[in-house]
């Protein structure tokens, strides 16, 4: 009967775990609904933006002159990673977070070797892997996705570039998850400062811009950067809840899977004790006929 009772408990305590799963999947089902179209609205402003900033760039009389366009090697690195706050997502915050350590020890190997490269962590699992993985943390950003909004994530993006301005950093690079749906996600690398500059970037010179072309772009690329920290951080968010609801629904699967396994376990135990008990009963009637 022991073995019927541990049976029991192990069926008791996977019923609530896949309750508390089942639930989950359908909190990240409902926040990623919402998480999705938000990346489906903002899409179409990135990329126009893009554009006109491209044609900016494009009428530039020598783009490498602006500060945000630095071509210099870089000697003093940040490296932006971008995570989730929770857990339960499957590898979502470990993949991204190997991803940034091996950006930084393929690309910034030197640098690192100084000491002159440093982490920014926007979420908890981030941070909490970096500093296990002994990498250096400059700051971490936790209460960002608590109410993720364009006027908390405008000041993180304008305080990035105050200190690549002011030469704090040469190089800022963010490091995230981007949504592609539900079920994918993958990481990506993108250079925040300076902007790279290409040869196709100065060719034309037919496009007249008032009051100035250095003056409007003076006033875009705080605005484009603004816009990148915004769309790194939607994406990601969406990508963390795709990847929230997946891990749940295959948790919740597995429960289910597990719950069928041990139910016929435990009936063919039951099944077995009672028929022990019905043999123990015959056998006491013979031996008192007898």
Same mark, same amino acid.
């Given at each position: 009967m022991s073995g019927l009772k541990e049976l029991r408990s192990r069926i008791g305590?996977?019923? &609530? @775990? *896949?309750? $508390? @799963? !089942?639930?989950?999947?359908? $909190? !990240?089902?409902?926040? %990623?609904? *919402?998480a999705q179209d938000n990346v489906i609205h903002f899409r179409p402003y990135v990329k126009h933006f893009d554009n006109i900033l491209s044609t900016v760039l494009k009428g530039a009389d020598h783009p490498e002159d602006l500060l945000y366009l630095s071509s210099k090697t870089p000697e003093k690195v940040l490296v932006v990673l971008v995570s989730s706050n929770r857990g339960l997502c499957g590898g979502f915050? !470990? !993949? $991204? &977070?190997?991803?940034?350590?091996q950006a930084v020890r393929t690309d910034y190997f030197k640098q690192h070797q100084r000491k002159n490269v440093r982490f920014l962590a926007i979420g908890k699992q981030g941070d909490r892997l970096l500093r296990g993985q002994k990498m250096p943390v400059a700051d971490h950003i936790n209460e960002i996705f608590d109410? %993720?909004?364009y006027e908390q994530v405008a000041k993180i993006a304008d305080q990035l570039t105050r200190d690549y301005l002011n030469g704090t950093y040469d190089r800022i690079e963010l490091v995230y998850n981007e949504f592609i749906n539900a079920a994918q996600y993958v990481q990506r690398r993108e250079v925040f400062l300076p902007l790279p500059v290409s040869e196709q970037d100065k060719i034309t010179k037919d496009i007249i811009f008032e009051p100035s072309n250095s003056e409007i772009l003076g006033s875009m690329i705080p605005w484009a950067l603004r816009i990148l920290m915004y769309k790194v951080l939607i994406y990601s968010f969406a990508a963390e809840h795709g990847a929230r609801m997946t891990a749940m629904h295959q948790a919740t699967d597995n429960a289910t899977e597990l719950l069928g396994e041990l139910s016929l376990q435990y009936n063919k135990a039951r099944q077995a004790a009672i028929t022990g008990e019905i043999l123990e009963i015959t056998g006491g009637a013979e031996a008192l006929r007898k």
């Open positions: 305590s996977i019923k &609530t @775990t *896949r309750q $508390v @799963t !089942s639930a989950m999947k359908m $909190v !990240s089902a409902a926040k %990623l609904k *919402r915050n !470990s !993949s $991204v &977070t190997n991803a940034a350590i109410q %993720l909004n």
